[in-house]
């Protein structure tokens, strides 16, 4: 069982979940995304759902153990490099290189998408195709829900 604990945020204001372990952060992206569908059929989506769509799980700042995890090998080294040339340590005290962390997220959820009926492909870069798939089944059971609220009623 893994021990440590993640926090996911989208911009610096708005927190999907804090300090929880591996399966309940799996859980929290999951219901996240699941709001942001319906909001979206609905038209009142926010600009976090939105970036979640475009972005995928791009748009994820994700912290294990309080360390910002980064996916991107160059970037990070560029950034470490320049750390120590101001001999700052605060870079590495609270950044971390994990490109593979991401890859098991996307496995992972694809996996629980699949197991709940939605075959979706990577989630890395956009989440458009699991959006749409998403608003089509709300938008359908609001209509079926519509109907048998009328077919209740008319029975009266």
Known sequence: ?????YSARI?????????MQYEALLRRIMEFTIRAAIARSI???????????HKGLGALAILRGGKAIWID???????????????D?????????DPVLFERL????????????YDVPCLMHDMKKLFTE????????AAGAREDLLA???KV
């Open 89 to 97: 340590p605060r870079f590495e005290q609270s950044n971390e290189l």
């Open 11 to 19: 911009g610096d204001s708005y927190s999907i979940g804090e300090r």
């Open 1 to 5: 069982m893994e021990s440590a604990l």
């Open 73 to 87: 090998g160059e970037l990070y080294a560029r950034e470490l490099a320049e750390a120590k040339r101001e001999r």
């Open 152 to 154: 209740e009623l008319l």
């Open 43 to 53: 038209d009142e989506s926010e600009w976090e759902h939105e970036e979640l769509r």
């Open 134 to 141: 998403l608003e089509r089944d709300a938008s359908d059971r």
């Open 106 to 117: 996307d496995c992972d959820l694809r996996e629980r998408w699949r197991r709940a009926g």
